[in-house]
């Protein structure tokens, strides 16, 4: 059975800026755009929250790392997504890594004016109230799923999650991930990742290559898990 920490894996499917329009305008008016390359560290468990964060454009994982080094993925972060504004508002410490999986552009503000503005700024505390409870929700909507499920039903789902139309009209999934890191996040192992990539390629499901999965059609393996 799944790990019931690699089945808090999850995201909200989002437009840009999908964390309310008042929280992005926030970030970008006092924050400050900052890259981070592909594997860096935004902040590291036990960090003190020192901002929140607004992906302009990338991805990014909420981890932690086993005794024995493994990588136990908790949520996906993307273009559209603010992160870390649950910690300034408890006032505590960083309880994961978020380390980007793609090179991202992300706004940093100052913890400070999160906290300013959500005592006089009522659109942005409804704003970051949805956000959170949205996620609250999502989230345990996904674990309820992720755990009953079959390996081929998480992969299918994942790749879902991490893809975006192209247009032809296909689901097109820029692989700068490797089997070994997507394996970790839905609990099994690479070779099992590698087999089932192959048989949908040969079943007509997907197409790819070293660069990218353009799916054409994984409602057989997936149908509609909501």
């Not at 755009?33 to 302009?56: M, W």
């Not at 192209?166 to 839905?186: C, F, K, R």
Request: aromatic fraction near 8%; charged fraction near 20%.
């Amino acid at each position: 059975m799944l790990d019931l920490q690699t089945a808090a894996l999850a995201h909200n499917q989002a437009d840009p800026k999908s964390s309310g329009d008042s929280v992005y305008a926030l970030h970008q008016r006092h924050g400050t755009l900052r890259h981070f390359p592909k594997g860096s560290f935004v902040f590291t468990k036990g960090s003190v929250p020192a901002g929140s964060y607004f992906i302009e454009s990338g991805l990014l994982k909420v981890c932690q790392f086993t005794d024995e080094g493994r990588d136990v993925t908790f949520f996906i972060r993307r273009t559209g997504d603010a992160f870390g504004l649950a910690e300034i508002i408890l006032q505590q410490n960083h309880p994961c890594y978020a380390q980007c999986l793609h090179d991202s552009q992300i706004w940093v503000l100052d913890s400070s004016i999160i906290r300013e503005q959500i005592l006089t700024n009522p659109e942005v505390t409804r704003d970051i109230l949805y956000t959170l409870t949205h996620r609250l929700i999502h989230h345990q909507s996904t674990v309820e799923l992720l755990i009953s499920k079959p390996v081929a039903w998480r992969l299918a789902w994942l790749l879902q999650q991490l893809g975006n139309p192209s247009p032809s009209g296909e689901i097109q999934v820029e692989l700068d991930l490797n089997h070994e890191e997507i394996s970790n996040m839905i609990g099994c192992t690479r070779q099992t990742v590698s087999e089932l990539l192959s048989k949908w390629k040969q079943q007509g499901l997907i197409r790819y290559d070293r660069k990218q999965i353009l799916i054409q059609n994984l409602k057989p393996i997936i149908g509609d898990p909501y």
